[in-house]
C-alpha cells in the first residue's frame, strides 16, 4: 500500500530537529523554533495528510487482532543479521561488566543488602524496605547470591542475564503481532536503546517489570491465536503466572494489568471466550497478590507512595515527561542518558513516523487502544511530585511498537531491498549513540545534576583502595557499619569477597589489616592508638553544609589491634548489620529509635573508647530522626564523655540544642569544635 506521505521526507527533518535540540547547546528560544517548525509543523501536515486520506478510505490494511502489520511477503531476516544482532547483545551486556557504571546507586545497595540477609535467615516477608517495595527482585537475589556468592560481578551478572532474557524475548513476544522484519527491528530498537542499556546494569525494581511485561505480551498474542483448548490453557496460564510475578516485581504493574483487562473487554464481543480468560485471570491473579495487597494496606504500607502523589500541575508534568523522553533528561539521572533524551534522535524520529503510520494503517479502535496505552502507561510518573523516569517503564514497549511502525513505512515506500541499507546505517548509528552515551557521558560524576548524583564517589574509592590492598596482602576485616551513613551499604556486596568478617569461607584465612570507614575527624584518636594506621580521606559529592561529613578510610595493621578488641569489633559489626536491616524495613509507623536497644549490645559497645562513641553517636542521630532531642543531646553528651571527643559529635550536639531553642549552650557546643577540627587538619587537607 502505498503511503499518503513521504516518509523518508519527513524522517529527516524530524531527524534534523531532534539532533539539534538534543545534542547542541543552544538556547531555549531556538530550541522553541526548531521544535515548532522541525516537529511539530511537519507532523501537523503528515497527519492531515494521512486522516485525508483515511476518510477518502477508511478500510484499513488489516483489521483483525493480534496482527498489527499484514506482509503477504513475510520474508525473514538473513543469519548475519542474527549473528550481528546476537554478538553486539553479547558485546554491550558485558563490556566493561564492573567499572560501568562506575558504581552502585544506594538502591541498589538496599536491595543487594536485604538479598544477602536472606542467605543467611530466610523469611517470607512480602514488602521490604522502608519504602515497602515487591520482594521479587530481592528474592531472586539471595537465590543468585546462594549460589554464585555476594559481589560486585554476580551483582552486575545477575541484571545482566536479566537483561539478555528480556531483549531476547522481544523478538519472540512480538512475532505474534509483527512480520518477522519488523519483530527484528523491534528487537533491535529494544535491545539497543538507552533504556534497555541502563537497565542492563541496574539491581532494581524495574529491569524485572520489563521482563515479565514482554512475557505478558508474547502470552497474550500466543493466547489469542491459539486453536486448541489445551494449548489455549497453557498460555493463559503462563499468562496469569507472569501477571502474578509482575505483581510481585513492581507496583506499576498495575497499569499492565489494567491494560490486559481493557484488551480482553475490546475484544470481547468479536471472541466470546476471552470473558472467560479475563474472569480467570482477575480471580487467579487476585488470590495471589493477597497478601501483597493485606501488606499495602496495613499501616504504614502505603506513605511512601502517598508521599510522591503531591501534583501541581498535570500539562506541565505531562510535557515535562516528553521532554525528557525525546530531548532532555537529566533531571531524572541516574535513570537516563546525560546525553540528550531517553530516546535518542534517531528512535525518536521512528516513533514520529510510527504515530503517522499507526493512524493510516491500522484500525481505528486499534489505534486508539495504542494510545491509551502509552497515556496510562505515563501516568504513574505524571502524577508524582518530580520527573522520575523509572516510573514510567510499562511505555517502553510500547514506544518501540511504534518505532517500529516508523522503520515499517520506510520499508513500504521503497521495498525492503531498497531501504535495507539506510535501515540497516540507521539501526547502527541508534546503537552508537546509546552506547556512546552509556559508556561516556552518563558515567561522567562531574556531568550529572549535583541534587541527582546518587552514585557514592567515597564508597567507589573505597572499593578500589581496599581491593587493591586485598590483592597485595588478602583478606580485610571491613567495618563498614559503624558509620552515621544508615542509607549507603552499597561497599558491602563488593567487599564480600575478601571481607572475613561477611564471607564465612574466610573465617579461617590469615588477614593482616583491618579496615574501618568511620568519620574522618576520628583520625587524631586511631593515629595515636593505632600508629601504622594508613587515614585515606575520602572523596565526596557532598553539595550542601547539611551533607554527612566526609568519611575517613583506616587501614590499621591487625598486628597493633588486641585480640580480645578485634573480637568485640566483629561482635558490634553483625550488631550494626542486623541494625542497618531493621532500619531499611523500618514502616513509617515505626520510631527509629525502636530498633536501636533490640539490636545493639550497649555493654558490649562500652568496652571500647571507639565503640562507645560510635555506640552513642549513632543513638543520637537516630533519637535526631524521631524529633526527640532531649534523648539526643544526652546521647551526643555521652559520647563526648564516656568515648572519643570529635568535632562531628560536638556539631550533633549543637544542633539538638538548637532544636530545644537552648541557644547558649549550642554556641558553647560549636565553640568546641574548631580545636578539633585543627586536630584532625593534617588528615583533610584534600578538602581545601
Not at 547483545?89 to 557504571?101: G, V
Not at 501477571?243 to 464481543?269: M, Q, T
Not at 530545644?660 to 549552650?665: A, G
Request: charged share 15%.
Amino acid at each position: 500500500m502505498k503511503l499518503s506521505f513521504k516518509p523518508w521526507i519527513y524522517f529527516g527533518l524530524f531527524f534534523i530537529s531532534n539532533s539539534l535540540i538534543s545534542y547542541f547547546p543552544i538556547g531555549l528560544s531556538a530550541k522553541l523554533w526548531i521544535f515548532t517548525f522541525g516537529v511539530l509543523v511537519p507532523f501537523g501536515i503528515g497527519l492531515w495528510s494521512v486522516l485525508e486520506v483515511a476518510e477518502k478510505d477508511p478500510t484499513p490494511t488489516i483489521r483483525w487482532f493480534p496482527r498489527f502489520i499484514d506482509n503477504k511477503n513475510d520474508q525473514g531476516i538473513q543469519w548475519f543479521y542474527w549473528v550481528l544482532f546476537l554478538g553486539l547483545i553479547a558485546f554491550t551486556r558485558f563490556y566493561q561488566l564492573t567499572s560501568i557504571p562506575f558504581w552502585l546507586i544506594s538502591d541498589e545497595g538496599i536491595y543487594a543488602t536485604m538479598s544477602m540477609a536472606l542467605m543467611k535467615k530466610w523469611n517470607w516477608s512480602i514488602l521490604l524496605t522502608e519504602g515497602r517495595m515487591e520482594p521479587l527482585l530481592i528474592w531472586l537475589g539471595g537465590l543468585f547470591f546462594h549460589v554464585t556468592g555476594p559481589s560486585l560481578v554476580s551483582l552486575r551478572l545477575f541484571t545482566t542475564f536479566v537483561s539478555i532474557a528480556t531483549v531476547l524475548s522481544a523478538y519472540f513476544c512480538l512475532r505474534p503481532f509483527l512480520p518477522r522484519v519488523t519483530a527484528f527491528v523491534y528487537s533491535w530498537l529494544f535491545a539497543f536503546s538507552f533504556w534497555a542499556l541502563s537497565f542492563m546494569r541496574f539491581f532494581t525494581h524495574q529491569e524485572l517489570i520489563l521482563l515479565f511485561e514482554m512475557w505478558t505480551i508474547g502470552c497474550l498474542g500466543r493466547l489469542l491465536t491459539a486453536q486448541g483448548t489445551r494449548s489455549k490453557w497453557f498460555w493463559l496460564t503462563a499468562l496469569i503466572l507472569c501477571n502474578v510475578l509482575g505483581f510481585y516485581s513492581y507496583v506499576n504493574w498495575a497499569v499492565v494489568w489494567i491494560l490486559i483487562a481493557l484488551l480482553f473487554l475490546f475484544l470481547s464481543p468479536k471472541i466470546p471466550q476471552v470473558k472467560s480468560h479475563l474472569l480467570y485471570l482477575t480471580l487467579f491473579t487476585a488470590f495471589f497478590i493477597w497478601p501483597i495487597v493485606l501488606d499495602r494496606f496495613a499501616p504504614g504500607g502505603l506513605s511512601y507512595m502517598k508521599s510522591l502523589f503531591q501534583l501541581k500541575d498535570f500539562p506541565i508534568s505531562f510535557a515535562g515527561y516528553l521532554s525528557n523522553l525525546f530531548y532532555d533528561s537529566r533531571t531524572s539521572y541516574p535513570y537516563s542518558p546525560d546525553w540528550g533524551g531517553m530516546f535518542d534522535p534517531v528512535t525518536g524520529s521512528f516513533i514520529l513516523l510510527g504515530c503517522l503510520y499507526a493512524v493510516k494503517t491500522l484500525d481505528r479502535k486499534l489505534s486508539f487502544a495504542l494510545g491509551l496505552a502509552l497515556f496510562l502507561c505515563l501516568l504513574p510518573g505524571v502524577v508524582t511530585n518530580y520527573i522520575e523516569l523509572h516510573r514510567v517503564t510499562t511505555s517502553f514497549p510500547f514506544w518501540i511498537l511504534l518505532a517500529a511502525f516508523g522503520v515499517q513505512s520506510l520499508i513500504e515506500e521503497h521495498g525492503l531491498i531498497k531501504a535495507l541499507l539506510p535501515i540497516t546505517l540507521l539501526g547502527l548509528l541508534t546503537l552508537g549513540l546509546n552506547f556512546y552515551d552509556f559508556i561516556g557521558p552518563y558515567g561522567d560524576v562531574l556531568r550529572a545534576p549535583s541534587l541527582r548524583q546518587w552514585r557514592g564517589v567515597e564508597y567507589a574509592e573505597a572499593y578500589q583502595i581496599l581491593k587493591t590492598q586485598s590483592d597485595a596482602s588478602g583478606p580485610i576485616y571491613v567495618f563498614s557499619e559503624f558509620n552515621a551513613d544508615y542509607d549507603n551499604k552499597t561497599l558491602d556486596i563488593a567487599t564480600y569477597p575478601f571481607n572475613p568478617l561477611q564471607n564465612p569461607a574466610l573465617a579461617a584465612t590469615g588477614s593482616k589489616w583491618a579496615c574501618l570507614i568511620i568519620d574522618i575527624h576520628y583520625a587524631p584518636y586511631i593515629k595515636k592508638r593505632y600508629p601504622g594506621a594508613l587515614i585515606t580521606l575520602l572523596r565526596t559529592e557532598k553539595t550542601t553544609p547539611n551533607d554527612r561529613p566526609p568519611s575517613g578510610l583506616y587501614l590499621i595493621p591487625l598486628a597493633q589491634i588486641a585480640p580480645d578488641t578485634l573480637k568485640n569489633w566483629a561482635a558490634m559489626d553483625v550488631c550494626y548489620r542486623n541494625l542497618n536491616v531493621a532500619i531499611k524495613n523500618r514502616r513509617s509507623t515505626q520510631t527509629w529509635s525502636q530498633f536501636y536497644p533490640a539490636c545493639i549490645d550497649e555493654k558490649l559497645a562500652m568496652t571500647d573508647p571507639l565503640m562507645t562513641a560510635i555506640y552513642w553517636e549513632q543513638k543520637g542521630m537516630y533519637a535526631f530522626f524521631d524529633g526527640d532531642y532531649p534523648s539526643a543531646v544526652k546521647a551526643y553528651q555521652n559520647a563526648i564523655a564516656h568515648g572519643v571527643p570529635a568535632a562531628q559529635l560536638y556539631y550533633g550536639l549543637g544542633v539538638a540544642l538548637q532544636r530545644m531553642n537552648r541557644t547558649r549552650e549550642a554556641e558553647k557546643a560549636f565553640r568546641n569544635m574548631p580545636a578539633l577540627q585543627k586536630e584532625t587538619a593534617p588528615y583533610t587537607h584534600a578538602l581545601n
